[in-house]
């Protein structure tokens, strides 16, 4: 069967800084990642492709992103642009054919309800045929779903399903936030990211399964997209295991859409097919 992760990394430091890699605390993931990397990953995985997301609100690792997509482990990016300013114009300037969405680092700006800002221009996003992807912290959801709510035409991907604080034990607030926006038909979620909300050296899958089965009942299996948000997840875990993790917290008949086709429709569609 086709796996696709929807959620993967690369950074040249020299290139776009990454100053959010802490060297204690992150030593695993201290370092450049690039084609290569992802290509060696993907293969020890039994991955057949990626979605490259941004990880810093820099148009020159936008660009940087697109040219890695000449690599065939490189199915598509999700990049930043500044959707406050001339949206067109900046397509216009880009190789768009790798690009399948646009994201803005949200949880990072110093605006907590900057999703919400009247000069995002989200229709310049539905009309050139791109997604956004949704990076919030859990207490963030309320304003991510009514941006969702405010742009019914936008085609919106909720990232690590929304960072429930696992290691809190307390879900409460994080699922009736997950259950907000899912009420919407145009966002879906991804299956990525979990394994960093919980203690990254002392933690089972049994902490996993409340989040991927409140999600499971919320969205439903057509819109849950698996991602393994690598390199990250070397901090805690690796491919081969998180995607071992996902086949088993899903139930199999559903490991088809999750893995792959879920992908590939809301990615990979339209203009991208």
Known sequence: ???????????????????????????????????????????????????????????????????????????GVVGWIDLEADVPAQLAELDTSPLVGIRHLAHEDADPAWLLRPSIDYGALADNNLVFDLVVHSHQLPVAAAAVAANPRTQFVLDHLGNPPIASRDLTPWREGVADIARNENVVAKLSGLTLQVDWADWSIDELREPVETALALFGPSRLIFGSDWPLLLLASDAPSWLEIVRELVPAEHHSAILSDNARRIYLGGNHA
């Open 1 to 75: 069967m086709t796996v696709l992760d929807a959620h993967a990394h690369l950074w040249q430091r020299a290139r776009t800084p990454q100053g959010w890699i802490d060297p204690g605390s992150m030593a695993a993931v201290d370092r450049d990642f690039w084609v290569d990397d992802l290509a060696q990953m993907l293969a020890a995985a039994g991955i057949d492709g990626a979605i490259l997301v941004q990880s810093a609100n820099s148009a020159q690792e936008t660009l940087d992103l697109l040219a890695a997509a000449t690599s065939p482990s490189v199915l």
